[in-house]
């Protein structure tokens, strides 16, 4: 293994390890890129929040390699029956709730109490989208990792 | 790249996860390997030939 602090980032597996690696790379192309646009947009056309362009080019890293890493099915590697799948898309639902809901808490100690009652609504709101976008995320990811191990079966 | 492991494992009568946690990799892996779908470092390939009592020539050399 090539010695780099990068390596406590990576997995143990070789194949995950640079997969992983390449999903990495690549988002550290395009954030450069999506960079050099933005500072072309704010000098030439309008002016771009710094603080709203740090934290939507940290978000566009993390998503990228997020969802690479979600459609390339190599995160559940042990699913490769019905059974271990349906077991596994429970535990993914009930994860997803609990995320949703930890984030709600957090949300309501951190951030703010909703005082109204649109507030609430719209706080709800928030929780169930997470609670979708974890969801199938993770189920995008499970489906995946699924049809591939199932591919490689013996 | 075409290979001979997932013969030279059959022929030990081992499953692709008894290989896997042999050489410390996961099933999917070994899996990729045997489909030529991935090549693997030379350190891996070394312990696949080990665990599998092969060289490497048997295991992954091409003869044309």
Request: with cysteine.
């Amino acid at each position: 293994m090539i010695k780099s602090w990068f390596s406590v980032f990576l997995p143990e597996d070789e194949y995950k390890r640079q997969k992983s690696l390449y999903f990495f790379a690549e988002a550290s192309v395009i954030i450069p890129i999506f960079l050099v646009v933005s500072l072309l947009i704010n000098k030439l056309f309008f002016s771009i929040n710094y603080e709203f362009l740090t934290i939507l080019a940290l978000g566009l890293f993390g998503l990228y390699i997020l969802l690479r890493y979600s459609i390339s099915g190599i995160e559940y590697i042990s699913v490769s029956t019905k059974a271990e799948f349906n077991n596994k898309k429970k535990k993914t639902f009930v994860q997803s709730i609990n995320f949703s809901f930890i984030f709600g808490l957090l949300y309501l100690v951190l951030v703010d109490l909703p005082n109204s009652r649109d507030n609430w609504f719209q706080f709800t709101l928030l929780l169930v989208v997470i609670f979708i976008l974890f969801f199938t995320i993770n189920y995008i990811s499970l489906k995946k990792s699924y049809q591939k191990n199932m591919d490689l079966m013996d | 790249m075409k290979n001979r492991v997932k013969m030279a494992r059959l022929e030990k009568l081992m499953t692709q996860q008894s290989l896997a946690e042999q050489v410390n990799v996961t099933r999917q892996t070994i899996g990729l390997i045997e489909k030529g779908e991935y090549n693997p470092s030379l350190k891996l390939c070394c312990n696949i030939a080990y665990v599998l009592e092969k060289t490497l020539d048997d295991l992954f050399w091409e003869v044309h």
